[in-house]
């Protein structure tokens, strides 16, 4: 592994998470009519759900990668109970209800435990996108250890059982760090996308029982076979808001990420300014998308004054979470 690749990656999941928080849950037609393509960090004054934070702010998906990683450098392993004192801790410490940021599944799941519920129960009703957006840290970890695909399945579902063991979650979250791993090693786009969707069958596998649900993997495999048929920017959101869907779903924003990765391409920045521009669940979308263009790229095309912005207005540096992923993790060479 390059030096500095996780870093990089971190980076541009954060970018993405900060630049789609201002339009978190607006419309595809309130965005296109009031702000247009979205290529820089909005003012928070715009957003409907997140006026009081500063402008460059991360949410819970960068917050939540972050306690995970640090509680996995910690313990040497990802497990459950790492997992579910990480987000305890992360719910604790950053006011996340308060701030408006942690989704319905998650919230739910954790006053659960709290009260004494125990965590290999309380995720079997998470179907949202929040087991999606956190499959970041897992992967990274299972990257520099050098996993293979079972023991990738096994430190996803670790991470995400507490608050989201359902197949829909399992699904998508699964097809997306096997494309993130795949990416990170250098593959092509095909066989990233095989990777995902070998991924999306590995977490149906994985799952306590499947629901009757919309497939991630089906939705992969379409775009897929569409991707070429659009034409412009607008055509391509205006199909993933109003077709496909981007709301909190985890099939959504799985379908959602996957097709404007497949757009996109190389292209991190643009990735980011489409998914903050595609309405619905944008911090997410543009979040998990540009860690995954950037993989695949091998660096991001950031303007490097909205790289500082993010990393000063909250206090970052994932070179430490670089160093501690390599010292704890690191295996054969990587």
């Known amino acids: 592994m390059r030096e500095g690749f996780i870093t990089t990656i971190l980076e ?3 970018v993405g998470d900060a630049m789609g928080m ?12 009031d702000l247009g393509m979205v290529w820089d960090l909005l003012p928070s004054t715009k957003s409907l759900n997140h006026s009081d934070l500063p402008s460059g702010s991360i949410t819970d998906d960068t917050e939540q990668n972050l306690y995970l990683l640090r509680a996995y450098c910690k313990a040497g392993k990802i497990t459950l109970e790492q997992t579910v004192a990480a987000l305890l ?4 410490e950053t006011d996340a209800v308060a701030k408006k940021y942690i989704g319905p599944s998650s919230l739910q799941a954790l006053k659960a435990i709290e009260t004494g519920a125990s965590p290999a129960e309380t995720g079997k009703k998470g179907t949202t996108c929040g087991g999606l957006m956190r499959s970041l840290a897992p992967t990274l970890i299972s990257y520099a250890s050098g996993y293979e695909p079972a023991e990738l399945v096994a430190a996803v579902t670790n991470c995400l059982q507490p608050t989201h063991y359902t197949s829909q979650a399992l699904e998508a979250a699964c097809a997306y760090a096997f ?3 795949s990416a990170m090693d ?7 996308v095989a990777a995902a969707l070998q ?7 994985a799952a306590p029982y499947l629901a009757c649900a919309a497939s991630s993997g089906s939705r992969i495999s379409f775009l897929l076979g569409h991707i070429q048929g659009f034409a412009s920017d607008d055509g391509l959101l205006n199909f993933l808001f109003a077709v496909f869907g981007t709301g909190l779903a985890s099939v959504d924003v799985c379908g959602a990420v996957f097709g404007i990765f497949l ?3 190389k292209d991190v920045f643009k990735a980011i300014s489409l998914a903050a521009s595609v309405g619905g669940d944008t911090d997410t979308i543009a979040a998990l998308v540009g860690a995954l263009c950037t993989a695949y790229a091998g660096k991001h095309n950031i303007p490097s004054a909205i790289v500082e912005q993010v990393r000063v207005v909250n206090n970052l ?7 501690e992923i390599k010292e704890t993790f690191s295996k054969n060479g990587r």
Do not use: H
């Not at 201002?22 to 009519?33: D, G, V």
């Not at 801790?89 to 604790?92: G, H, P, T, V």
């Not at 250098?186 to 990233?192: A, P």
């Open 179 to 181: 494309a993130l791993y």
């Open 12 to 14: 541009a999941f954060a």
């Open 89 to 92: 801790a992360w719910i604790d």
């Open 22 to 33: 201002p339009t978190e849950f607006m419309t595809r037609e309130q965005i296109a009519k």
């Open 263 to 265: 757009y996109a391409e």
């Open 317 to 323: 540096d994932f070179s430490i979470f670089e160093t």
């Open 186 to 192: 250098g593959n092509s786009l095909e066989e990233i």
């Open 199 to 205: 991924g999306a069958k590995r977490g149906l596998q």
